[in-house]
C-alpha cells in the first residue's frame, strides 16, 4: 500500500509541476503549442484542464482552471500524506 501511495504522489508532483510549467508558458504569446516539446505538454496538461475550464469558463480573458486545477491536486496529495 505503501509503494502505491508513494507512486501516486510522485505522479501528482510531477503533474503538479507540468502544470507549473504550462501556466509559466501561457505569459509569452508568441510560443507556437503545435511545436514538439509545446505540444506534448498540451496533450498531457490540457484534458485536465478542460475538466475544470468547463466548471468555470474563462472571465475577461482570465482562465481560472490551472488554479482549481493545482488545488485539486493538492487536495488529493493531502488526502494522500494523511495514510
Do not use: E, H, K
Not at 33 to 43: A, C, K, N, R
Amino acid at each position: 500500500m505503501n509503494l502505491l501511495i508513494s507512486t501516486l504522489l510522485t505522479f501528482i508532483g510531477i503533474y503538479t509541476a507540468l502544470l507549473f510549467i504550462r501556466v509559466l508558458l501561457t505569459w509569452f504569446p508568441n510560443i507556437n503549442w503545435f511545436d514538439p516539446p509545446f505540444s506534448i505538454l498540451s496533450q498531457l496538461t490540457d484534458p485536465y484542464l478542460n475538466l475544470f475550464r468547463s466548471i468555470i469558463p474563462p472571465l475577461g480573458g482570465i482562465d481560472f482552471s490551472p488554479i482549481l486545477a493545482l488545488l485539486a491536486l493538492q487536495l488529493i496529495s493531502g488526502l494522500l500524506r494523511s495514510f
